[in-house]
C-alpha cells in the first residue's frame, strides 16, 4: 500500500531552481533513504511535504488523500512528523511538555473545559502524561523528564525531538539528518532504535542523511538528490557504484 | 509535597485574603480602598497582558483599546437614565441606551462578551502579522477605538466623557474578578492549551509541524485575553465614575507594559508584585509631584516627575534586568516551605 | 469647490506631505538596518521642535541661530538615545529593543512633561514665513511654499546621500545583510550612528517648520505625527528611501483632501493613517514600493 507518493514535485525560490521534478513511491513499512551533497535540496524536499514551503510545481499525495497545498498542522494531523536538520526544540519547556505537545492535536476537550479544569479534561490531560512519559522510556530519557528541554546534551535532544514527533501518532516519519554528530557506536544504536520504533509503532521511514555508515547500513533504498534533481535510485550497492552519483560527491571533495 | 497540601494552602489564603478584603471594605478609608481597587484592576490586566506576550509570544499594544470598550458598555449600562440626559446635553444618548439602566453583574458580562468580541475582530488581521508590526498594528486599532470613541457623540458622548457612573466597584468585585482571571489564566496556561501557546512562542515552525495550528491558538489566547481586560475596564469604570475617551489612550497601554516587563514577563506571581508595587508607588509618590513643606521650607511641586522616576526605572530594567521581578517564575507553595525550614530547623535546634 | 480652494487644499496636502516624508525617512531608514520601530523617533521630533523654540525665546538668538542650533542638537540627541538604549540590545530578541524604544519614548515625554510644562507654547512664526502670497489669484501662505522647497530639496539630499556616496553605500549594505556588511569591513557601530544621526536631522528639520505651521508645541505633540509617520513609511514600503517618501506624501495629500472634500469626517483625520494600514497589511504587506521575499524556513 503506497504511503506517500510525490508527481513531478518542484520548488524554485525565485531565480534559484532548488528541486526539480522529484518524484517518489513509497510503500507502507518501507525504509527509504535520501541523500546528496549539501544544498542539493534534500530538506526542501522535506519542508515541501510537510506543508513549509509551497510546491512551485507538482503534488504530494499521502494515504490516499492530495496534500499538496495543506498548511503544515493540518499534514501532522494527517500522519506525517518530522524531525529537523538543526534541532527545534521549545528550548524553555521541560522535556515532558516538548512530548506533551505532540498529544495536543488529539486533544478533544475544549479550552473552556481545560480553563476550569473540568473533569473531561484532567482525563485526557492524565492519558497524555502517560504516554508522553512511556514515550519517553522508550527513547530513554524518563529520567530527565522534569529538566529543561534547552540544557539537554546534544544527543538527548535529537532523541527528544523525536520523542515529540512519535507524539503526534504519525504513519509516516521524516527524520532530517538525525546521525549528526554521532560516533559509529552511536549511530549503530539509532540504527537499532530506527528498527525497533518503526516495528512498535507500524512506521514508514523516510530519511535525509549525509553519513554513508548509516544509510548503507539500513536503507533498502535510496534517492540520490543533485542540485535539486534526482541522480540516482536503487539499493545501496547499485548507488555505490553508480558513475554520476561518484561524480556528485568526488566533485564536491575536489573543490574543497 | 503532596499536590493536595498546595492546594489547601490556596484555600485558606484565598479565605484569609477574602476576610482580609471583608474587613478593609468596612474599616479602611476610601483612598486607601481606591488603591487596592485600582491593584485588582491593574492585575487583571497585567495577567491578560501576561497571556498574550508571557505565553504566546505575541506583542499587542491594544490594550487600551478592550478596557476602552469594556469600560465605555458598563458605564452606558449601568448609568442613571436622568444622568444620561443630563449629560448628553450635546446629542441625546440614542435609545435604548437613553433609557436602561442594567444592575452591575450583567453589564460586566455584555462588557466582557463585546470586548471579546473586538478581539476576535481585531485578531483576526493582527495576528498574522509579524511581532514589530503586530504591536504597531494593534496599537493602530485602539487609537481607532479611541478616535471612533471621540465622534460618536450621540452614544459615548464624545470628548465630554461620562460621569456619575454608579459607584459598584467595591474590593470584593475587583479582587473577585482579579482571582477570576488569574485562576482563568493559570488553569490554562498549565493546560495542553497553554504549552501549546508556549510552544508557539517558542518555535511557531516546530509548533507547526508538531500539529498546533498556529493562527487559531493565537486568536484563542488573544480573544480570552481580551475578553477578560474588557471585565477589568468595566470594573474601572465602575471605580472612578468618570471617563473619556483619551483616558484609553498608548499611555494607559504602555503603563500595563511597564507592570508585567517590571514584574516579569510570563510569570503571575510577578504580575500580581508588579501591580501592587507600582500602583503603590503611583499613589505613594504623589506628593512629588506637589510642592511640600518642610517647616518654614518649601519644596516646589514637579508635576510628572514621578513618570520621570518610573519612566527611568523602566528603561533600567529593560537594559540591565530584563527578566524583570521574577522572570518567567512562578510563586509555589514548594518553594515556600522550602525556605522556611532551614528557619524552622535553626529554632528547634536553639531551643 | 472653487479651483484656487483645491489648489490651496493641494499645496497644503503637499506640504504636509514634505513634512510627514522627512518624519516617515528617519523610521524607514532604522527599520531597515535594525529592523525597530523607533517609537523615540515621534519625541526627538518633538524635542527639537522645542530646543528652537526655547533658542529663541530664553536664550533670545535670531530664528536662523536658534533653527540652526536645533538640528545638529537632535541628531546627538539621536544617536545617544541608540547609543544607551538600543545598541546594547542589539543581540537580545527584538522585542525586546522595541519594548526599549516604547521606554525611550515614555522617558522623553515625561521629561518633557516635567521641563516644558503641559501648556502649549507658541512657537515663533518669523515674518518671512508668515507673508500671504497670491499665485495667479490662490492665495497662500509663504510658509506653505517654503516647505514645499526645503522639503524636496531635503530629500534630494538624501536621495543624494544614500544612492551616491560611498557613506550611503555602507548603509544600504548593512541595511541589506548585517553580517556580510561587517565581515567586508564596514564600520557597523558608526554606520547605524550615522543612520540615527540622519534621521534626526530631518525630523529636526520637519520639527521646525511643523512649529511655524501648526505654532502650538506640547510635550506629546510628537506622538501622533510620529506614529502617522511610520504608517506611511509602511505604506509606502518599509525600508525603502523612496516608499517612505511616497508614503508620507500619500498621506498629507490624503489627510487634508478627504477633510476637504467631506468636512464632516474630519475628526476621524487619525483614523485614516491606521485604516490605510490595515489595508495595506493585508493587502501587499510589503508596502507599495516594497519587494516580496521569501523568507526560507
Redesign the interface.
Known amino acids: 500500500m503506497m504511503i506517500l507518493k510525490t508527481d513531478g514535485l518542484s520548488k524554485h525560490?525565485?531565480g534559484l531552481i532548488a528541486v526539480s521534478d522529484f518524484n517518489v513511491k513509497i510503500e507502507k513499512g518501507e525504509l527509504v533513504g535520501l541523500i546528496g551533497p549539501n544544498g542539493s535540496g534534500k530538506t526542501t524536499i522535506f519542508?515541501v511535504i510537510?506543508g513549509?514551503?509551497k510546491p512551485t510545481a507538482g503534488r504530494i499525495y499521502f494515504d490516499g488523500k492530495e496534500i499538496t497545498r495543506l498548511?503544515?498542522?493540518?499534514i501532522?494531523?494527517l500522519g506525517i512528523?518530522?524531525t529537523?536538520q538543526n534541532i527545534?526544540?521549545?528550548?524553555?519547556?521541560s522535556v515532558l511538555?516538548n512530548v506533551?505537545?505532540?498529544?495536543?492535536?488529539r486533544?478533544r476537550?475544549s479550552?473552556f473545559a481545560?480553563?476550569?479544569?473540568l473533569p473531561t479534561?484532567r482525563r485526557?490531560?492524565g492519558e497524555?502524561t502517560q504516554n508522553s512519559l512511556r514515550l519517553l522510556e522508550v527513547v530513554g530519557l524518563a529520567d530527565v523528564a522534569q529538566e529543561q528541554a534547552g540544557s539537554l546534551p546534544y544527543g538527548q535532544q535529537r532523541k527528544l525531538e523525536i520523542a515529540?514527533?512519535l507524539?503526534?501518532r504519525p504513519k509516516l516519519l521524516l527524520l532530517d539528518e538525525p546521525a549528526a554528530g554521532m560516533n559509529p557506536e552511536e549511530i549503530r544504536e539509532l540504527m537499532a532504535f530506527i528498527h525497533r520504533i518503526m516495528d512498535e509503532f507500524d512506521l514508514t521511514v523516510f530519511l535525509i542523511e549525509h553519513q554513508m555508515r548509516l544509510i548503507m547500513g539500513i536503507c533498502p533504498r535510496i534517492f540520490v538528490l543533485d542540485h535539486g534533481v534526482t541522480i540516482a535510485e536503487g539499493m545501496p550497492e547499485e548507488i555505490q557504484s553508480n558513475p554520476r552519483v561518484i561524480e556528485a560527491y568526488l566533485g564536491v571533495e575536489e573543490e574543497e | 509535597m503532596r499536590k493536595e497540601t498546595g492546594r489547601v494552602l490556596t484555600a485558606i489564603s484565598l479565605i484569609v485574603l477574602f476576610l482580609l478584603l471583608w474587613w478593609a471594605e468596612r474599616h479602611l478609608d476610601p483612598y486607601l480602598r481606591r488603591i487596592l481597587n485600582l491593584i485588582a484592576i491593574n492585575i487583571i490586566w497585567a495577567v491578560t497582558f501576561t497571556l498574550i506576550y508571557g505565553y504566546t509570544g505575541q506583542f499587542s499594544l491594544g490594550h487600551a483599546g478592550f478596557i476602552a470598550i469594556g469600560a465605555y458598555v458598563t458605564a452606558l449600562l449601568t448609568l442613571a437614565p436622568a444622568q444620561k440626559e443630563q449629560s448628553f446635553f450635546l446629542s441625546p444618548c440614542i435609545w435604548p441606551l437613553s433609557t436602561i439602566q442594567w444592575p452591575f453583574l450583567p453589564s460586566l458580562i455584555v462588557a466582557a462578551l463585546l470586548a471579546g468580541v473586538l478581539g476576535l475582530l481585531i485578531g483576526i488581521p493582527s495576528l498574522q502579522l509579524r511581532g514589530d508590526y503586530m504591536a504597531l498594528v494593534t496599537l493602530g486599532f485602539a487609537e481607532v477605538i479611541r478616535v471612533i470613541n471621540m465622534n460618536l457623540q450621540s452614544i459615548t458622548n464624545g470628548s465630554l466623557g461620562l460621569k456619575g457612573i454608579p459607584a459598584y466597584t467595591s474590593l470584593f468585585w475587583s479582587w473577585g474578578c482579579a482571582i477570576f482571571t488569574i485562576s482563568i489564566v493559570w488553569m490554562l496556561g498549565h493546560s495542553s492549551y497553554g504549552r501549546a501557546f508556549k510552544a508557539i512562542r517558542e518555535d511557531e515552525i516546530a509548533a507547526e509541524t508538531t500539529g498546533v495550528s498556529i493562527f487559531y491558538h493565537k486568536l484563542m489566547a488573544f480573544t480570552i485575553a481580551a475578553l477578560l481586560t474588557g471585565l477589568g475596564g468595566g470594573l474601572f469604570a465602575n471605580l472612578i465614575s468618570t471617563i473619556d475617551p483619551n483616558l484609553f489612550s498608548f499611555l494607559l497601554s504602555y503603563q500595563v507594559v511597564t507592570i508585567v516587563v517590571l514584574g516579569g514577563v510570563g510569570s503571575i506571581t510577578g504580575n500580581v508584585l508588579a501591580s501592587i508595587i507600582y500602583v503603590s508607588l503611583f499613589e505613594l509618590l504623589r506628593p512629588i509631584d506637589q510642592p511640600m513643606t518642610f517647616g518654614s521650607i518649601t519644596i516646589p511641586g514637579c508635576p510628572g516627575m514621578r513618570m520621570v522616576m518610573f519612566s527611568i526605572v523602566f528603561l533600567l530594567v529593560i537594559l540591565f534586568y530584563r527578566r524583570g521581578l521574577m522572570g518567567s517564575n512562578e510563586f509555589s507553595w514548594r518553594w515556600l516551605l522550602s525556605k522556611l525550614q532551614p528557619i524552622f530547623r535553626r529554632e528547634r535546634q536553639e531551643g | 469647490m472653487s479651483l484656487d480652494m483645491f489648489l490651496q487644499h493641494l499645496a497644503n496636502g503637499i506640504s504636509l506631505g514634505g513634512l510627514y516624508a522627512l518624519i516617515a525617512i528617519g523610521y524607514t531608514m532604522v527599520y531597515g538596518i535594525l529592523r525597530l520601530i523607533n517609537f523615540a523617533h515621534g519625541d526627538i521630533f518633538m524635542m527639537s521642535a522645542y530646543m528652537a523654540f526655547y533658542g529663541t525665546s530664553l536664550f533670545a538668538l535670531p530664528w536662523y541661530v536658534s533653527f540652526g542650533l536645533a538640528i545638529p542638537l537632535a541628531a546627538i540627541l539621536g544617536m545617544v538615545v541608540e547609543r544607551v538604549a538600543y545598541r546594547p540590545l542589539r543581540d537580545a530578541p527584538r522585542i525586546s529593543a522595541l519594548i526599549s524604544a516604547i521606554g525611550v519614548s515614555l522617558l522623553l515625554e515625561n521629561v518633557g512633561i516635567v521641563a516644558f510644562g503641559g501648556r502649549p507654547k507658541a512657537f515663533p512664526r518669523p515674518s518671512l514665513f508668515a507673508q500671504e502670497w497670491n499665485l495667479g489669484g490662490v492665495r497662500i501662505l509663504s510658509l506653505t511654499l517654503f516647505i514645499i522647497v526645503i522639503s524636496c530639496v531635503l530629500l534630494v539630499g538624501v536621495f543624494y546621500l544614500v544612492y551616491r556616496t560611498k557613506t550611503g553605500r555602507a548603509m544600504r549594505a548593512v541595511a541589506w545583510d548585517f553580517e556580510v556588511a561587517r565581515l567586508m569591513g564596514i564600520n557597523i557601530n558608526q554606520v547605524i550612528s550615522l543612520t540615527f544621526a540622519m534621521g534626526s536631522i530631518l525630523a529636526a528639520a520637519g520639527s521646525i517648520m511643523w512649529g511655524m505651521k501648526f505654532p502650538q508645541l506640547l510635550p506629546l505633540m510628537g506622538v501622533v505625527p510620529g506614529l502617522k509617520c511610520f504608517i506611511a513609511a509602511v505604506v509606502g514600503g518599509i525600508g525603502s528611501i523612496p516608499g517612505a517618501m511616497l508614503g508620507g506624501f500619500l498621506l498629507g495629500v490624503g489627510e487634508i483632501m478627504i477633510v476637504a472634500f467631506f468636512p464632516e469626517l474630519a475628526g476621524f483625520k487619525y483614523a485614516f493613517a491606521y485604516l490605510a494600514l490595515i489595508l495595506i497589511l493585508l493587502l501587499k504587506p510589503t508596502g507599495l514600493l516594497g519587494r516580496v521575499v521569501e523568507e526560507k524556513a
Do not use: C, Q
Open positions: 525560490f525565485g519542508n510537510t513549509l514551503y498548511r503544515p498542522d493540518k501532522t494531523a512528523a518530522r529537523f527545534r526544540l521549545f528550548s524553555e519547556l511538555d506533551r505537545v505532540g498529544y495536543h492535536l486533544l476537550s479550552p481545560a480553563a476550569l479544569g479534561y485526557e490531560e497524555i515529540r514527533a507524539a503526534t
